[in-house]
Nanobody
Framework: QVQLVESGGGLVQAGGSLRLSCAAS????????MGWFRQAPGKERELIAAISRSGGTTYYADSVKGRFTISRDNAKNTVYLQMNSLKPEDTAVYYC????????????????????WGQGTQVTVSS
């Protein structure tokens, strides 16, 4: 069973950048497709980016497309989320999650498919 720990959150001004990391331990990282979710106060948790086991397939929500980039390093058991041109509406708790899947090039947008979750890291964007 994999454990996921996010890091890299913090306070940044609008227009700035942050890079989130999610380190996995206790399992075989390469069998998981990975997703980044976020949850703002009073809102539902939403999937904003996902990456396949191989890294060759990615998904982005429209709200972050062109500004955020998801990547993974299977040798380091880590998935990243590079966030550029941050906006106040990006303020949320960001979670990484893992979907154990047989498919190396598949990503799912269904939150129920993600079995393993980190504890979250706060991102606050000031205007």
């Amino acid at each position: 069973q994999v454990q996921l720990v996010e890091s890299g959150g913090g306070l940044v001004q609008a227009g700035g950048s942050l890079r989130l990391s999610c380190a996995a331990s206790g399992g075989t990282f390469s069998i998981y497709a990975m997703g980044w979710f976020r949850q703002a106060p009073g809102k539902e948790r939403e999937l904003i980016a996902a990456i396949s086991r191989s890294g060759g397939t990615t998904y982005y929500a429209d709200s972050v497309k062109g500004r955020f980039t998801i990547s993974r390093d299977n040798a380091k058991n880590t998935v990243y989320l590079q966030m550029n041109s941050l906006k106040p509406e990006d303020t949320a708790v960001y979670y990484c999650a893992g979907d154990p899947t047989l498919y190396t090039t598949f990503v799912t947008t269904n939150p129920r498919d993600y079995d393993y979750w980190g504890q979250g890291t706060q991102v606050t964007v000031s205007s």
